[in-house]
Every structure is written in structure tokens, then in C-alpha cells.
């Protein structure tokens, strides 16, 4: 089974600019997170999908973040405009069952390392 | 929020066992217990989960306490390869700083 893949891997940027993040799932997984992880910190939820739809977007700063899932299937975050404070890790995950099962592990890729300077 | 407590740092001698905490006071009657770690540079691994029984593993064991109000990851042999940083969740996938687990040769 193929993991979930995340892209690109690094990424440097300046303040201001714009950056998107893209991810891939794992096949059937219905559920989709994105986190963000600082530096010595455990993963912060930003935004879960469950298939297209937004289940809770409460911890994503909406004024420079969002993220869609079309068809259900991948994920593009934006950071617009980024900030030096965002300079973090993101990572994708998903787990095969919905939300309310919360048996189900979840399936962490690598994710993107971003420097914002 | 759903938030666990765990020390923030443990050390082990290879191929000794290792037993990290973790306490979920909070916890529902629900919600599963997750214990994932993470090597550097990766994102965060599955390792067990478990909801009221002990559960076992290739990789570990989960000890839940009675009250469901605790659990102990069990490592039996840590190996080098097991030097990581261990989180244990529930409920909405909130993530704290979790245990960093040093393993001495």
C-alpha cells in the first residue's frame, strides 16, 4: 500500500510571498488532516476533511491559510501571505474510516519542511 | 481539548524494557487511546491503539489502566531503532509535546 505522499519536501520562501502544499492520501481513506508542527512542538491541528467536506477548521488562521479538497481525494493548504511565524513543518495525514470512528489510525507522510524569511 | 500529559523526556538501555506513560484524565468512554511515534526528519508513525483491553503488537504493547484514565506503551526490547519522540492521543487528534525516548548502546 502506498503511503501518503506529501509535496515538495522543502521549501524556502520570503514574508509575504504565497506558498501551496499539496497532498496525496492514501487510497479509500475518507478522512484527511492537516497539521502544522514548529520546531521541539507536537503536531497542531489545522483543518480536517472528511471526503470534500470541512468537518473543523476551527485551529486554521483563515485570514492567510486555507485548503481544499476537491473530488475528495487530494489536498492543496495556502499560506497567503506567509508570515516568519509560519515556518514550521506540514504535514498530511488520513485514516480510512470517517470522523465519528475515531478506531481508525491515522497515516502520517513526511512532510514539508517551510522556511519563511 | 483534548489533552494528554506525558514526561517530557525518558531514557533506556538497548534491549531493555521500556514503559512510557501517559495520562488522558479527560478521556470519554469512547474514545480510543493512540500511542504514534516519530523519527527526525519523518512524520509521525502508528504504533498502537487501543480502547479499554491490553493490546499487543509486533512493534509494542498497550497497557490501559482500569479508569481508562492512564496508559503505559511498553517497549520489550528497545532496540537503537527505537530512539524517537512518542505522542499518545484521543479524542479530536490533539497532539501534545510528547516523550522523547533516548536508547543508550
Known amino acids: 500500500e502506498a503511503g501518503v505522499a506529501q509535496s515538495p519536501r522543502y521549501k524556502i520562501i520570503e514574508k509575504r510571498q504565497s506558498v501551496a502544499f499539496w497532498c496525496n492520501p492514501i487510497s479509500g481513506h475518507a478522512t484527511l488532516y492537516w497539521y502544522q508542527q514548529i520546531l521541539g512542538q507536537g503536531p497542531k491541528l489545522l483543518i480536517q476533511?472528511?471526503?470534500?467536506?470541512?468537518?473543523?477548521d476551527s485551529q486554521l488562521p483563515k485570514d492567510r491559510f486555507s485548503a481544499e479538497r476537491l473530488k475528495g481525494v487530494d489536498s492543496t493548504l495556502k499560506i497567503q501571505p506567509a508570515k516568519l511565524e509560519d515556518s514550521a513543518v506540514y504535514l498530511c495525514?488520513?485514516?480510512?474510516?470517517?470522523?465519528?470512528?475515531?478506531?481508525?489510525?491515522?497515516?502520517f507522510g513526511n512532510g514539508t519542511r517551510l522556511t519563511v524569511t | 481539548d483534548a489533552k494528554t500529559t506525558q514526561p517530557n523526556s525518558m531514557e533506556s538501555n538497548e534491549e531493555e524494557p521500556v514503559h512510557l506513560p501517559c495520562n488522558h484524565s479527560t478521556i470519554s468512554g469512547t474514545d480510543y487511546i493512540h500511542w504514534y511515534r516519530q523519527l527526525p526528519s519523518q512524520g509521525p508513525e502508528y504504533v498502537i491503539h487501543g480502547l479499554t483491553s491490553n493490546v499487543n503488537n509486533r512493534m509494542a504493547s498497550l497497557a490501559i489502566a482500569e479508569d481508562r484514565k492512564s496508559s503505559t506503551l511498553i517497549l520489550h526490547r528497545a532496540t537503537l531503532r527505537d530512539a524517537a519522540v512518542y505522542y499518545c492521543?484521543?479524542?479530536?487528534?490533539?497532539f501534545g509535546d510528547g516523550t522523547t525516548l533516548t536508547v543508550k548502546p
Open positions: 476533511f472528511q471526503n470534500n467536506g470541512v468537518v473543523d
Open positions: 492521543i484521543f479524542g479530536e487528534s490533539t
Open positions: 495525514a488520513s485514516s480510512l474510516s470517517p470522523i465519528q470512528d475515531r478506531n481508525s489510525p491515522l497515516h
